[in-house]
């Protein structure tokens, strides 16, 4: 039952949160602009400095998560290879690498920065206690420790609650778990507050959307192609919202995915033609459509959304880290959509009218023009990637008996 | 199978199923992917179809569980001790919780007006607790006889882990007891230490013991126990209680 073909993974967007830098992960591959300087970042990694291994890859494999903290001052990537780097997101010097037993598919970062949590394919989520990281200084070897499993579960998404009070975590079985994160992590974290149940397809996302001090709502994505918004401490689903029904869309099986916008009163999500804006009424708790902000001219399936709270500004992504039978080896395209308001017009930038210019294309997409081919053909390579990772395989029941029947482990009678 | 043969698979004297017709395999894999129906949430189980007597005129909830019931010994001695209780056994093997269902649906028809209050679905308990009871919903919950899994490769299969543990103290409200019983020394300890080492759970006393009069049960109602007493085998038992997590300061 090998897969033949190579996994494929999706491009992967992060803008810092004070919008000083925005990072692209591309396969193996982490590129970093600096968008004050206005300049590509090379980045350092004395730890794996033994192996001779070319300036761009310090993953051996593809990167599936990666992160800023809240205060901007961490940044971390974590994937495929089994090892998660903590990065100063200053000096952009790796400070800290680690290794899973295996692969990681979710990374969160506490708001205090005290820790570092990831989540394996086993649907194991690990901790390390970062505090008192010193940025010029590597960190001392750290072992992470075991917080909470969901059983035999790819864990799709990590995310904390604004307070640190709870670490969420969604997966491949239509669950969100929310669990008391305790003082004393390392001990593991074993009171559950909740479980928000209702999707009816893998859960892809979670965005939290804090409103005022006292009201958290989280918004989750999922393979059913609606975002829902939950009570987190009740586990009470609030409101749903049909993305691909209310955008027209006909596909079904997408990669819905939702994104925090910091704005008061709208949150955003992409679908397979384009982004979808989300209105979320937060004294009604209900959620809408806003608008859907389509891309001109290309056939463009976004994989990873950023948001630059301070630009009002959208950033978003697609791109695969290989395509079967082409010759380009990995692919990214990079796009900024700028006023992200309730009021305003959705504007989608022009190359020449991105922040940060061709540069910034060159660095982030590893060239400056795209082929147009290739965007449907990596569409295509995301969705069977996605489908094949966490879309469940559904046997008729005729096949299941004959498998039984052909069972290699009946003794035979001689 | 031909028409006829359907009726035969019951006992003609007591008009029970009969066991020789719902023989399984001994073990289930737990991981792999499930391809039955579970409910979204706990809302959405259907519990007119398990309880048709009690539903839809009563807001009563299911409140024990036997995870991994096997041919259900354990819930008929616990339907008739606990008539007002709901109660539902969880079994994997879909052949044996079919048989668990023809044996309450007969029992109910030989006995009007009991066993209403017991039920069992097939499903994967280590997957899917969650989407059956709500938060502190059940009182008691019963492991009893579960597979050992001997290999240390296979020990996240067992039924009881750490990590499951804090779904289980989910689903039990506080006080709430957890019972686990089985015949292998090893699987015993591990239980006895994944349970003792749990920070939300702790032992009965021994006088709690003998005034619980489930524990007698354990060994002597189900199936699986009855094979242990007639091979003269040893049980290894611990019953543990629901509390409230109290965070450590040192």
Sequence with gaps: MEETEAEVAPALIAVHPHRSSVAVAVGCDLRVFDLLAGVGVTLLDDSSSSSSSSSSSFHKDSIRAIRFSANGKLFVSAGDDKTLKIWSSISWRCIFTLSSEKRISAVAISNNESYVCFADKFGVVWVVDITGFDANQPLLDKKPTPLLSHYCS???????????????????DFKIRVTNFPNKPLNGAHEIQSFCLGHTEFVSCLAFFQAQEYQQHLLSGSGDSTVRLWDVSSGALLDTCEVANKAGLLESNGNGKSEEHGHAVTDLCTTLDGVALLSHNVSAQTLTLAKVVSIEGEAFVPTSLGYAPSARELWIVTGVSSLPGCSHPSFARVRVISGIDIEQEAVVLEDEKMPGGEKLLETLQGTASVDENVFLAAAEAVKA?????????????????????TRNDRKLKQ | MPETGVK??????????????????AHSNPLSDSHFP???????????????????????????????????????????????????????RDKVSEYVKER???????????????SVVRTNSMKYIPNY????????????????????KNHRRRVISPFLLDEYAYVLGVGGII?????????????????????????????????????????????EGQKVARNEGQTFQAVYRRIVLTEQTS
């Design chain 1, 154 to 172: 790819i864990i799709t998404s990590l995310e904390f609650s604004p307070d640190d009070r709870f670490i969420l975590s969604a997966d491949r």
């Design chain 2, 38 to 92: 579970v409910p979204i949430s706990p809302s959405h189980v259907d519990y007119s179809i398990h309880f048709p007597q009690i539903f839809p005129d009563s807001s009563k909830k299911i409140q024990f569980a036997d995870v991994g019931c096997g041919f259900g010994g354990l819930l008929i001695s616990l339907a008739t001790l606990f008539p007002e209780t709901l109660m539902v056994g969880m079994e994997l």
């Design chain 1, 385 to 405: 990637a996605m489908h094949n990772l966490l879309i469940k395989k559904q046997y008729p029941s005729e096949s299941r008996e004959s498998r039984k029947k």
């Design chain 2, 104 to 118: 309450i649906l007969s029992l109910r028809v030989a006995n009007p007006g009991q066993y209403q209050n017991v």
């Design chain 2, 133 to 152: 009871f709500e938060k502190g919903q059940l009182s008691k919950m019963f492991f009893l006889f579960p597979d050992p899994h001997f290999k240390e």
């Design chain 2, 179 to 223: 019972y686990t019983i089985t015949d292998v020394e090893e699987l015993g300890d591990w239980m006895k230490s994944c349970l003792e080492n749990h920070p939300m759970f702790e032992a009965l006393t021994e006088k709690e013991l003998e005034a619980d009069p489930v524990v007698k049960l354990l060994s002597s109602a189900t199936e």
């Design chain 2, 8 to 25: 035969s698979t019951f006992s003609k004297s007591t008009g029970l199923p009969r066991k020789r017709f719902y023989r399984a395999r």
